[in-house]
């Protein structure tokens, strides 16, 4: 009967240590936060939803973080390394993304009008449907980026590498491009 017991408190335990963990690997947890705050670096993080506005990543490591949905509005991650990051429908209005390497970021529906981007590398990075109104892009690398319906509308792209990016449908109405190299581009629309 013991044995019975002790066998069955064990198998609870397993359980309970299962959910626990695929419930973090699902949602992410408050340790993820916690690793940013303490170290400015959290790779693989889970902070989707994640309210961060305002926030001060300067140079921080978020490489193949998810941080969809996340409010990053006016935040400053200025020379930080979001490469391969998921930001879908991210809220980046008016961040400082300067000199930020994003290569292969996914930022589908994000939101970056206002946003800083000046020698940002977004090569490769998937771009569909984003809004970069208003935005400074200048000298930064769109090289090979996906640009499906982005909106660059009244945005700076002076001296942006936008060479063999895709962008059937994107917008530039009243975008400086001056100096910007578009060889081989896609840009139908």
């Known amino acids: 009967m013991k044995a019975i017991v002790g066998a069955q408190a064990t198998s609870r335990r397993q359980l309970v240590s299962l959910i626990i963990a695929l419930s973090m690997l699902i949602g992410g947890c408050e340790s993820d936060r916690d690793e940013l705050a303490a170290s400015n670096s959290c790779v693989w993080c889970r902070l989707?939803?994640?309210n961060l506005a305002g926030a001060n990543l300067v140079g921080a490591t978020l490489w193949m973080a998810f941080l969809e949905r996340a409010d990053l509005?006016?935040?400053?991650?200025?020379?930080a390394n979001i490469n391969r990051a998921k930001l879908t429908a991210a809220n980046l209005t008016g961040a400082n993304l300067a000199n930020v390497d994003a290569r292969k970021a996914v930022l589908i529906r994000a939101d970056l009008a206002g946003a800083d981007l000046s020698k940002a590398d977004l090569s490769e990075a998937v771009l569909e449907n984003a809004s970069f109104r208003s935005a400074n892009l200048s000298g930064a690398s769109l090289l090979i980026a996906r640009m499906k319906q982005a909106d660059f509308s009244e945005a700076s792209l002076v001296s942006a590498n936008i060479r063999q990016a895709i962008g059937p449908s994107?917008?530039?109405t009243g975008a400086d491009l001056t100096d910007a190299d578009l060889g081989w581009a896609v840009l139908p629309g």
């Open 48 to 50: 989707n939803d994640a």
């Open 73 to 79: 509005s006016g935040a400053d991650l200025s020379s």
């Open 170 to 172: 994107a917008r530039f």
